[in-house]
């Protein structure tokens, strides 16, 4: 199943949707005269404009009906009730280049001459260029809001654990040595700024098991969490099954080993199982704590061991039928 926002419609500037409206226009002048012509442009621009943007507003899925993880990612990532308020004037600004369309019509009915055809033609069109022109802040915003809403992955109900931790811990460097995901990996936090959803196969056909990256977390409050934050909270909320927790006991992240254990205590809903994972092991370490399991990202070996304490905790009959090592 698609995310309710992969197909949302590229968002034009206010300049583009008048100069696409004008250039049609133009193309009708060409082949009509006299007032027939400054009607047919007329009503070719207004098209063109209230076209897009009711293809803009029905682009975009109705937010009261999205099923759940999609409708908290949405909130999370944008601000809904705004981005609703928007597409309500883009909505009004449509009708009202057909109403002044409608207007202009009958003016040129009524035209007595070429010239006042003409005259009222341009007034047409510099109404429909301010009007449009004002509309430019909301069109930018519904821009931004597509960027941030078609950037949420899809989501299934596959198992799934969810790999979580303070920043640059190594959750990304994990996920690319396990599956075929491909988030960035970088020495600065917040590296990963949505949820990134990787898969393992089972025996099983038409099944698999799901692994979502969440982006860094931080020690702090809840409001004044960032919406790459928002994201992980949701995750660990709605869509995991089992949390890997990942530390980075080297403290190379640039979170203390302190810190990272009350976050974990602070955001990890009580019911979900968690796995306490040590990464970069390669480097030196706090070894007075204990983890369940040690690894370093970057070693093979390593890897398919946490990989094979995913697949027990997720699909523990499968595991028990594999050959023993
Ligand atoms: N030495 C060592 N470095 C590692 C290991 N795993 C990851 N790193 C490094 O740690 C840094 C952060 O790795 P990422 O995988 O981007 O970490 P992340 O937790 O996804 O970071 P954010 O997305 O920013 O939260 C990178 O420079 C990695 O190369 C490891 O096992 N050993
Ligand atoms: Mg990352």
Not at 4 to 20: G, I, K
């Amino acid at each position: 199943m698609a995310t309710p926002f992969e197909d949302l419609p590229f968002v034009d500037s206010a300049e583009d949707l008048l100069d696409t409206a004008f250039s049609s226009a133009a193309r009708a002048a060409e082949s009509n005269s006299g007032v027939d012509s400054q009607r047919a442009q007329t009503q070719r621009a207004a098209n063109s404009l209230s076209g897009s943007l009711e293809n803009l507003v029905s682009g975009f899925p109705s937010f009261t009906h999205l099923d759940p993880p999609y409708d908290e990612l949405a909130d999370a990532v944008v601000d809904v009730d705004e981005v609703r308020r928007v597409l309500g004037r883009v909505d009004g600004v449509s009708s009202q280049i057909q109403s002044v369309a409608a207007e202009t019509q009958r003016e040129l009915a009524d035209a007595d001459s070429s010239q006042e055809a003409v005259d009222s033609r341009k007034r047409a069109f510099a109404r429909f260029d301010s009007i449009v022109s004002e509309l430019e802040t909301d069109l930018q915003l519904l821009a931004e809001a597509r960027e941030a809403l078609i950037a949420i992955p899809e989501v299934s109900d596959d198992p799934t654990v969810a790999l979580a931790g303070a920043p640059n811990v190594g959750k990304s460097t994990i996920l690319r040595e396990m599956t075929a995901a491909d988030p960035d990996v970088d020495t600065y936090s917040f590296t990963t700024q949505n949820l990134v959803v990787g898969h393992l196969d089972v025996d099983t056909p038409g099944e698999r098991l799901q692994i979502v990256e969440t982006p860094g977390l931080l020690d702090r409050d809840t409001e004044e969490r960032n919406r790459m934050e928002r994201q992980s909270l949701i995750a660990l909320e709605q869509v995991a099954d089992v949390v890997f927790w990942i530390y980075d006991a080297s403290e190379s992240c640039g979170y203390t080993m302190e810190t990272q254990r009350r976050l974990r205590s602070d955001v990890v809903p009580p019911e979900l199982p968690v796995l306490e994972v040590a990464n970069k092991a390669d480097l030196e370490f706090q070894r007075d704590v204990d983890f369940d399991v040690e690894i370093s990202a970057e070693d093979e070996e390593d890897v398919s061991r946490l990989e094979k304490e995913i697949r027990s905790r997720l699909q523990p009959e499968a595991v028990e039928r594999l050959p023993d090592e």
